[in-house]
């Protein structure tokens, strides 16, 4: 049985001021939780409801390792990987919507 991908993704609020960083086998639903508060605790906290960056792998497993070593990171380096993919940090929800 072939393992089905998944999405290494970051939200944040309105102000850019938190970086909430998970993972996901279905970014559209995913991120619409986000935006209607059903995300997560941190998130509804925080008002992280906007998809700021996203990577795709060929397993949930490699997105999982890949979270763990972003989590990791101090804010600077995750800032410097947003602005490589999203340089003015949209909310790259639209982008995603129909992807599921």
Request: aromatic share 14%; charged share 30%; with cysteine.
């Amino acid at each position: 049985m072939k393992a089905k991908g998944g999405y290494l993704y970051i939200e944040s609020n309105f102000s850019r001021s938190t970086l909430y960083t998970g993972v996901t086998a279905n970014l559209s639903v995913r991120s619409h939780q986000h935006k209607t508060g059903e995300g997560s605790k941190f998130t509804s906290k925080y008002k992280c409801t906007d998809l700021v960056y996203y990577e795709f792998f060929e397993s949930i497993e490699e997105a999982i390792l890949r979270e763990k070593q972003i989590k990791k990171w101090k804010r600077d380096w995750k800032v410097r990987l947003i602005k490589e993919m999203n340089p003015t940090f949209k909310d790259l929800y639209d982008e995603v919507a129909d992807m599921g």
